[in-house]
């Protein structure tokens, strides 16, 4: 039984909807405690810009390095006992659920505008009127698999820099399969660039 | 400024006059279901490069030897490339 890459192409578009859902849960609720010591970097230390108030007769009363130090590293510990999530522990929690929520409405956007144009195609009477459609909607499924495989690999590449360790080798398939997908859809693209100048040649457009 | 024309609006045009032979302008414009003004922008296209002729006379449109060679090899080419798009 023959496939078709269009088809291919549909089902690659359907597994990364998934797997983005899967990233959003997993990212939002993996626990930073599960992390080795060893591979956690340094949580970012904020440093007071002036510590000496120029003029200030009620300023707050003088506490020594060494308590500053301690209380810091107090609740340091306090939030990783509670078992807070990995973002959380980098402060990142502040952006990176607004950027979950724009990557799933990237990619579910872009999959709406291939399901209307096919919705649209389907609407087309006669043979080759019906073929150039599929064209149009092959064109189209491929660029937003090309998008969605585009927006994945940036997130797993975020995630690969914020700690290499999350979720083991699986973060390495991913990235793999996404660069792999990439090139898949850029060949695609490519190839109907092709056929496409080649269309024009006949219908005496060039 | 190069125009902009839907290579599927094209293929359906010819399409029609492949398969019902010669009809008036009002009845393929409206099986082209397209609206006036855009139709005589495609019917100028077409007629330019010689694949449709428009009748003076009766006003009737049909296909040229060489709009009837177009069609042919366009649904050869779908056949051969779009099948395993």
Known sequence: MRRSFLTLARVIVVLNILL????????????????????RGSPPVKIAASTTPLINTTAPPH??????????????????????????YYEAEAYLLQTLALM?????????????????????RGYLE????KFKVARTWYIV??????????YTMF???????????AI??????????????????????KLQNELLRIMMFK | MRERLDLVVIARMIEILYVEGA???????????????????????????????????????????SGLETYQTLVAWTRRYLEKI
Do not use: C
Not at chain 1, 130 to 133: D, H, I, M, R, V
């Open chain 1, 20 to 39: 983005t859902i899967f990233l959003i849960i997993a990212t939002t609720t993996y626990p930073s405690i599960t992390l080795s010591r060893e591979m």
């Open chain 2, 23 to 65: 009809m008036k302008k009002t009845q393929l414009q409206m099986a082209s279901r397209l609206n006036y003004k855009t139709f005589t922008r495609y019917l100028n296209w077409l007629t330019e490069r010689g694949l449709i002729d428009v009748d003076s006379e009766d006003g009737y449109v049909k296909l040229t030897r």
């Open chain 1, 63 to 88: 506490i020594p390095a060494t308590a500053q130090t301690n209380e810091t590293l107090d609740k340091h510990a306090e939030s990783i006992l509670v078992g807070d999530t990995l973002t959380s």
């Open chain 1, 159 to 169: 995630i690969h820099v914020l700690n290499y360790r999350l979720y083991g080798s």
């Open chain 1, 104 to 124: 799933l409405g990237l990619i579910l956007g872009v999959t709406s505008i291939a399901l209307f144009s096919e919705f649209k195609a389907s609407r087309g």
């Open chain 1, 172 to 193: 390495y398939l991913l990235l793999v399969f996404e660069f792999s997908i990439l090139i898949f859809f850029t060949w695609r693209i490519m190839y109907i660039r």
């Open chain 1, 130 to 133: 019906g073929a150039f459609q």
């Open chain 1, 145 to 154: 698999g090309l998008i969605s495989a585009s927006i994945i690999l940036m």
